[in-house]
């Protein structure tokens, strides 16, 4: 009597512990699916993004060329006399 108690306690751990496997591997097959999915779908985005933004990026630079061409330019005595104005220490403007 006590060895038949002993096999269905046995056999209801031996069942828990296989529904906790099987419960962890599918919980691990939901997680990895839901990852590569999200790869999948964000992928493309991406590129698409990337395809997008370079010409914006070189449409800039070349935009700004012609201002960067000027300002390396300008004689040195301009460029010192303009740069305290720009970094705000230049002199303060006198008192009427």
Do not use: H, W, Y
């Not at 009597?1 to 512990?17: E, H, K, P, R, T």
């Not at 590129?47 to 012609?66: H, M, R, Y």
């Amino acid at each position: 009597m006590a060895n038949d108690q002993f096999n269905d306690l046995s056999a209801a751990f031996s069942n828990i512990v296989e529904t906790v496997g099987t419960l962890a591997r599918q919980v691990v097959e939901l997680v990895s699916t839901v990852v590569k999915t999200g790869c999948d779908i964000i992928a493309p985005l991406v590129k698409t993004g990337s395809d997008i933004i370079a010409p914006l990026v070189k449409t800039a630079g070349d935009l700004l060329e012609p201002v960067l061409r000027i300002t390396s330019a300008l004689p040195a005595k301009v460029a010192t006399a303009v740069t305290p104005v720009f970094q705000g220490t230049a002199a303060p403007a006198p008192k009427p």
